[in-house]
């Protein structure tokens, strides 16, 4: 591999790397805003230039590629400096000082490197601005509204729209000062990652429709998490204001969405907003939906399920794609305490969503975003255990002496007035979940839960991919992770069960499921482990048995 | 100066438009000549020649073709820059439309010799009639069998093609010219890889002007030692083009040896117009920068230019007297490349328009105390830093205009208004 010095430091390249993301590896940053490493490479925007030894003009380190040894590389340079600083005045000359109003602000890499690169007065001190008029807010799609004033023409969005969604609606139109960027009739900025041009662009001139004027971005606080859109398992950072919710930009994860995720994906916390919200656990006491304590609640449904054989029929739980593994695992672990095989999940399929990256992409089918968690956990039917079907179209509830679902918005037949008088049929409904759906009125027993912006955990994805996720701001009211409420019903059979964390019931489950043999939750890789075999076959051992828990 | 005309020979006969008129008048001599050399033989012949390409930057054209790679299974190709469209320059319009078939012969001799089978004539959108021409000549070439499956009975296959631009500046570079050709918007690619290995279509890529190919004829049939023989040095050889308009008795397209000094060339176009004074002179299109009259001695070749901050160019010489306002000349040309860049690199795009804004309003009387200083270091900020040469040659006249003029810059400054008489040689308003 050659060797490249840069600024005095050496490091070796594999032939063809980039002396932008050479620097990187030893921590120098070369400004850049045309270059992105997963677009083609057309060094027009200047930025980047560095000072190699042995040639005259400075050069951009975006479009010079290491192949042979002893490049000597200078980027803290008099010479580089000066050639930075005359890029930067001439993007700022015709940009807009509306900083104040700019959505951009705070996140804008003009603002940046001009602090970090410009200089601190302005030689355009008399000439008009070119400006684009009627061109301040321009709708490109449904999703991106372009400011042309503010663009710094780098066609960063024209090539993510030719080389990763290949749709091709955006182009450069005129030339010299008076280029623009823009769609051509007829043909708008509307397909399913279009929201990716406004992160990839630099400056304010792309917005997103959704985000725009939410929030002063220094006011998000940013946590990493998972969308739960599908199942492909976007990696996402979740940026939200006092446990609202603002917006979920893509994480960067080259094995799964890479840099990009679908329009889809980042509406998918509006359903947070959509539905009220499940405040507090509640029991019908003498018909009537009556608020209790957690303890009460916990009480009744540990009374109901403890009951044991004889007409009434033997306990169901109906899960759902938004279970996280752990908390399917906990489920399957209750259906074995009750000695029940009625263990199923409820999957809406959803348009497929497709995600590109560098191996290909990925495609989810499921409208949740972990189907194969939840399955693999075991929340599969036993021997002449009911099915999801069976449940929500079937008359299988009549014969359910408890009828646990989780959560109370599982997919569309969570709200259909058929679909919860068939579900209601069980002797006793217990509905949990975050949403207080018509579904949760209809319960006996409704739990309130953390959404999953609440709570910790791992999804499997579509290419079974297990990936961790955290909690990002705690519950409101009184809602609770969901495995935190589940020691406490476990413990209830079992006084021994003491994991009360998504990480104890990870290590837990790892140990008795071959999938995840060797894994623990505080080692898991920050882009995911694929876990072989499939776990479409059900590998769980032990769940299978109807044999009676320790405590009954 | 007496000089024979080579390239111009056959302008004022009107029978070589057609493939008989064309070889009575001794035509495709050269390219059945060629047949019968190896490939090799004549790229050797004309590296031996020193015939510098003439749309601009003078490069060797024996070494330009010597970069194709041999073999492989990629076609090659030639593409023929007939974008004529550097301000001034009307020298290859002349030989396309007066001698299209020594166009064609040049590029069929450059394609055997490359291994293309494959030419294009990228041809500037607004000579249409030029375009019509050509594209005649090659209908006739084609029945006459010198195109096509079998060139001239040699086996040798070559297909031929005119391509008209759209009408941009940019698109005469040679990479923004592919990317036009490829039907795509006219910009310059980032280089390496350079078109003689990722050119056309990602195929290896000769690309030469006009009059580069029609000298390589002649190169053949008489030797690489005439070539030679004609010009200023070992480096500066051959007949040249000059496409002289401006204060001139007669301007128009003259045939001369390379290194002929700027007062004969006035000379032979008749003396100064009205016999006036000469005050400055661009050598070689609107890129290159303006030279003072103190220079009309200078031999008019590559290295004697450049040696002077000059550079020859595409020879298009400007001659500027002394009624001329260089302010408004320099704002008039840095208008030309405000409106040519086609906008991808920063500091053209921004650059060119600022140094328009900047000459546009000194010219006014508008000018500030800080503007010379300001056009010399925003023109350093241009100069070197894109990817194509347009910034630079939209540096050429802005800043030699305050280098080389600093008195009447700073007098228009000063006295706020130009201290010259209004000349109507720029059209009216032309410099805002």
Redesign the interface.
Known sequence: MPTVTIDGRALEVEAGTNLVDAALRVGIEIPHYCYHPRLS???????C?VKIDGM???Q?AC?TQVFKDGMVVHVDHPEVK??QE??M???L??HPLDCPICDQAGECGLQDYSFKHGQSFS??S??DK?TYPEKERIPLGPNVLLNMNRC??C?RCIRFTREISKTSEL??F??????EIGVFPGQPLDNELSTCVVDICPVGALTSTRFRFAERVWYLDKKPSLCTGCDVGCNVTLEHRLGAIKRYKPRFNPDVNDYWMCDYGRGTFERYKQLPRLAAPRVRRAGELTTVSWKDALDAAFNKLRVRGGSEGQPAILGSGFLTTEEAYLWSQLARQVGSPHRSVWVDSGPPRHIPNPQGGITGRDAAPNRRGAELAGLTPGDGGFDAEDLLVGDAAAQCSVLIVTDSDFGKAAHDPKVIERLRRAKTLIVLGWADTALAQAADIALPLATHAERDGTFVNAENRLQRFARAFPATGEARPAVEALRELLARFDTKFTADSAAAVFDLMAKQIPALAGLTYSSLPATGVVLRPTPSSPTVSGTDTTALGSAS | MKFEPVLLKNINNPAVLTVKGYRDAGGYAGLAQSLKLEPDAITEEVKKSGLRGRGGAGFPCGMKWSFIPKGGNKPKYLVCNADESEPGTFKDRLLMERDPHSLIEGCAICCYAVGASTCYIYIRGEYTYAADVLEAALRDAYDAGILGHNVMGSGFKLDMYVHRGAGAYICGEETGMLESLEGKRGQPRVKPPFPAVVGAFGCPTVINNVETLCNVQHIVTRGAEWFKSIGTDERNTGPKLYAVSGHVERPGTYELPMGVTLQELIDICGGMYKGRELKAFIPGGASAPMLPATMRGIKMDFDTLAKAGSMLGSAAVMILDETTCMVRAAARLAKFFAHESCGQCTPCREGTNWAAIVLGRIEKGHGLATDMDLMLRMTQNMSGTTICALSDAAVGPARSVVVNFREEVEQHIKEQRCPLPQQRFFGNGAAN
């Open positions: 490479i057309v060094g027009q925007c200047r930025m230039l005259g003009k400075l951009t479009s000066a050639g005359g890029v005045e001439f993007l000359i015709n030689r355009f008399f000439e070119r710094i023409q066609t182009a450069f005129e030339r010299g000062a008076a280029t």
